[in-house]
């Protein structure tokens, strides 16, 4: 193969490459997000219903040690080495004011010590670079004020979602 085939060879491979990759645009909230490493990965699927979002949470740890499942009900389970650790349920609202999408969370956490139950409420804010913060504004009667909460940072990885909801089921 010539330098200038290899090259015409090497720019085709690239373009499908390319071509393959999920969108990425700015659609709001709605898309798939994520954060973590190789160890760990936080994802966020978000899309609209009616007024407001439908949004179904997934945590995955390589080692099995720490598993989130949400289904786009909200309804969520964690497990802690395979056991199951926790019993939560996650419902998105709009605030009418700010338009800023509000995810609260309310459950139980099984411990060795017995049942506690836990409550959270974030807020997301979708920021330029294709970034999604959350923002903790309550957790356990703690409340936050301004930029005080607990933050975590999401990058968008595709305007669609991964298995999206049936029509009519929402």
């Known amino acids: ?32 997000w994520s954060r973590g490493n190789e160890i760990v990965r936080s994802t966020l699927a978000i899309v609209e219903s009616g007024s407001g979002y439908l949004v179904r949470w997934t945590l995955t740890s390589t080692d099995g040690g720490r598993e989130v499942r ?13 056991e199951l650790s926790a019993e939560f349920q996650l419902a998105p609202t709009v605030d009418p004011g700010s338009g ?8 139980t956490l099984y411990t060795p010590e ?7 409420r974030d807020e997301l804010f979708v920021r330029p670079g294709h970034r999604l913060v959350a923002r903790t504004r309550e957790e356990q009667g703690t409340v936050y004020d301004g930029r005080r909460g607990p933050k975590r940072t999401f990058r968008k990885v595709a305007d669609t979602v991964e298995d999206p909801p049936r029509q009519g089921a929402e």
């Open 1 to 32: 193969m010539t330098p200038r085939t290899c090259r015409i060879a090497v720019a085709l491979a690239a373009a499908a490459l390319v071509a393959c990759a999920p969108e990425v645009s700015d659609t709001g909230y709605a898309g798939t």
């Open 70 to 82: 949400c289904d786009w009900d909200g309804r969520c389970e964690q497990f802690s080495g395979g």
């Open 100 to 107: 800023n999408l509000f995810i609260e969370g309310r459950g």
């Open 114 to 120: 017995g049942e506690q139950e836990f409550h959270f």
